[in-house]
């Protein structure tokens, strides 16, 4: 069963504590299917300029991204650079150029309206939309959102709210998006907009799940050294997305087990700058920490 992501691809330049890397890979569509295609195949509708190197789609294939809706524009691509600090749940955004993002339109091409996995990235709610009236009868939508959007387009992300059965978002997002504080509070309000399930990343501190019928909370893989934090939310909805496809279980046993995969799958991105770890990994490393992980979190009341 394949997934379906709508969103950014990009240049990073990044800056952490243990270096920096120039002009790599990046964007949320690019995180979110490598994440994804370790466990399902991915399709991938985004635009990038006509500086987009050759490599990059090799890369993406290579993983086994299905790349038939990306746009290749006149122009330059989508670029950012941000500098973290010695806590890497801070950063700072030193530059963005949105060029060829800034008029992008998505359109789905022919075979892809039946995709049954979608997640809508972090954009623009008209363009996330635009893609909802694309879809035939999808399984599963999901979203992100940001403060830009939560401040600056509430009426239109409250019409992709009531329409999407997911939303994934930081704790800050879901403090703003609700008004609440407490981020219990918080998702409680968010259900009441329309999603059915809103995950609440929470960085180094895990992920929160809330549903009108359950609650779920994993905390992070502990790893010794964390390198770059890029990508890691994008990461870990494309692993909860491909896990659920791959599975094909409803319920909160397959929700739960999508979550734990797309944590542990989050561990691995931020191993290295931008998604290098990413396009060595294979399912057999994730099998293996994810059982790693089980045994940690195991409890016998």
């Known amino acids: 069963m394949s997934v379906l992501v709508v969103g950014s691809m990009a240049f990073d330049s990044i800056e952490t504590p243990h270096g920096r890397v120039d002009r790599v890979l990046g964007g949320s569509a690019a995180y979110f299917a490598l994440a994804a295609s370790v466990f399902a195949p991915v399709r991938i509708v985004g635009v990038v300029g006509e500086d987009f190197p050759d490599e990059h789609l090799t890369a993406l294939s290579r993983s086994g991204v299905d790349l038939e809706g990306l746009q290749r524009n006149a122009g330059k691509t989508f670029f950012w650079h941000g500098r973290y600090h010695e806590d890497l749940n801070v950063r700072d955004t030193l530059e963005v150029q949105l060029n060829v993002l800034l008029d992008f339109v998505p359109r789905l091409p022919a075979g892809y309206e039946d995709t049954e996995y979608v997640f809508l990235g972090n954009m623009h709610p008209a363009a996330q939309l635009e893609v909802l009236s694309q879809l035939e009868q999808p399984r599963l939508v999901a979203c992100d959102t940001m403060d830009h959007w939560i ?76 390198l770059d934090p890029t990508g890691a939310g994008d990461s870990f909805a494309g692993a909860f997305m491909g896990c659920l496809a791959a ?55």
């Open 151 to 226: 401040h600056e387009t509430p009426g239109e992300l409250r019409k992709v709210l009531e329409r999407v059965e997911t939303v994934v978002i930081n704790d800050s997002e879901a403090r703003m998006l609700s008004g609440h504080d407490n981020v219990v509070r918080a998702a409680r309000v968010i259900l009441k907009m329309g999603p059915r399930t809103v995950l609440i990343k929470r960085g180094e501190y895990g992920v929160f799940q809330f549903s009108d019928s359950s609650s779920f909370v994993v905390p992070a893989y502990p790893l010794e050294e964390v």
């Open 247 to 301: 599975d094909g279980v409803a319920g909160d046993d397959g929700l739960r087990r999508a979550i734990v995969h797309g944590n542990v799958t989050a561990s691995f991105t931020v191993e290295d700058f931008g998604p290098r770890r990413l396009m060595a990994l294979d399912r057999g490393e994730v099998d293996e920490r994810y059982r790693r992980f089980v045994e940690l979190t195991r409890f016998h009341g």
